[in-house]
């Protein structure tokens, strides 16, 4: 461990030299005014958290050396990118320092140049900062830096984890760092479907992965099947903390999906992304809310069980924005009738002289909205989804097609559950 300046830093730790595991980071988060204090703490010479990368080459000596070879693969993937070391804690920090003394940010406030005097400053790129205080950006200010030379990829998690105590970790960020080849699955379908998952994931947990976490339960509920100890498992799984972590540690340990031993089916997963791409068509082209409001996660999930029955038994939308407000209108009937249903069995047991908690708002329509967390609710509410929507006048009223040509339609779980229902 030591002290480096920042000249130094973005000379040999620059984003061409240090890979940013997605595994180990959690999102971009600094806005201005945290780069500004950071900044500021700098030049007083305040800036304390250290920055902890690890050398991929000395690393990789050392899983060779110990028998380590999933974790000797891993760092082989990342030596063939060209890169040096990980980044395992100072994500936020190190890019702002390279963006700004490379003049693609500018910063604000009253900073500390190399002969003591207090500077301040407007929304200025580094190049037009007075001489001196540049001069003690460059080579006055000194961040610490850590070199970790010794790391297996689970030390990697496990050391990724311990940084961030102070900083509590939540549910999604932990599960990132699970060396699970669905981690990075979910990650890679994130960046494919940025755009969707920007409209159904409030701004506040986009900050913390919740645009991860809404991904691996859209990817979760629409997995039938995975594979365990050689026998095919059909799964329909509740959306809890807990199940998420069941999903994510199913394939701890393994390299990637097509793994011989990987409790992950390629054509579930498969099946599951051309969903999500007719999910994705749906809500992008729909134009009831307004690109500066979220879709309601209540009727996300209405789109997601429809599409999946559509998928799954050959149909095809015509009219994005026509099916999403059809779609929105029957969601909404379903549930206004149901809370009528549910006031009037009360009513009807009162003036028996029943009880009227006996009437279980659970077997209700509304109810089954605001549980997509539960297998049971999704199958129920996709069941009378679907009651309507298996019509000639339901399908017309969304604007659905069926598909030509050869497609041999297959019954899907959600089906199988409408005829048992």
């Not at 379908?189 to 159904?200: D, Q, S």
């Not at 991904?215 to 594979?227: D, E, F």
């Not at 789109?303 to 050959?314: A, F, R």
Request: aromatic share 8%; glycine share 4%.
């Amino acid at each position: 461990m030591g002290k480096i300046n920042l000249k130094k830093l973005i000379k040999e730790y620059n984003e061409n030299e240090v890979f940013y595991d997605e595994s180990f980071q959690r999102n971009l988060c600094w806005k201005a005014q945290n780069v500004n204090k950071y900044f500021e703490s700098l030049t007083r010479d305040r800036a304390r958290s250290t920055i902890v990368l690890v050398d991929v080459r000395k690393s990789r000596e050392h899983c060779k050396s110990a028998g380590e070879h999933s974790s000797v693969r891993y760092y082989d993937d990342i030596l063939a990118e060209g890169y040096k070391y990980i980044s395992l804690d100072g994500q936020n920090r190190t890019k702002k320092i390279e963006r700004v003394l490379k003049n693609h940010e500018t910063i604000s406030g009253t900073f500390k140049d190399a002969d003591g005097n207090m500077i301040p400053v407007k929304n200025t790129f580094f190049k037009d900062l007075p001489q001196r205080l540049q001069d003690h950006l460059k080579t006055g200010c000194l961040v610490i830096m850590e070199v970790i030379t010794d790391a297996t990829r689970a030390d990697c998690a496990t050391d990724f984890l311990s940084l961030n105590e102070g900083i509590p970790l939540n549910d999604q960020e932990k599960r990132n760092a699970i060396s699970t080849p669905v981690a990075q699955h979910v990650r890679d379908m994130v960046r494919k479907y940025n755009r969707l998952f920007e409209r159904i994931t409030t701004d506040k947990d986009l900050a913390r992965l919740g645009d991860h976490e809404n991904m691996a339960k859209m990817l979760i509920a629409l997995t039938n099947k995975v594979r365990i100890d050689n026998n095919i498992d059909n799964k329909q799984w509740d959306l809890t903390s807990a199940k998420l972590d069941e999903f994510y540690n199913l394939g701890k340990g393994l390299h990637n999906i097509t793994d011989p031993k990987s409790p992950y089916i390629e054509s579930e997963l498969n099946r599951a992304e051309n969903i999500i791409k007719m999910i994705s068509a749906t809500i992008l082209n729909q134009t009831k809310y307004s690109k500066s409001k979220d879709v309601p996660k209540k009727f996300w999930w209405a789109v997601t069980l429809i599409c999946e029955w559509m998928y799954d038994n050959g149909y095809e939308v015509d009219n994005y924005s026509k099916f999403f407000n059809g779609l929105k209108k029957i969601d909404d009937d379903l549930a206004v009738e149901a809370q009528d249903a549910y006031v009037s069995a009360r009513r009807a047991h009162m003036q028996k002289g029943i009880d009227p908690d006996q009437v279980k708002e659970s077997h209700y329509y509304h109810k089954w909205q605001n549980w997509p967390h539960q297998a049971a609710s999704r199958r129920q509410r996709a069941a009378e989804l679907i009651r309507i929507i298996s019509t000639s006048q339901g399908r017309k009223g969304l604007t659905i097609l069926k598909k030509s040509g050869n497609i041999k339609p297959v019954v899907s779980k959600v089906t199988t559950t409408v005829a048992t229902f």
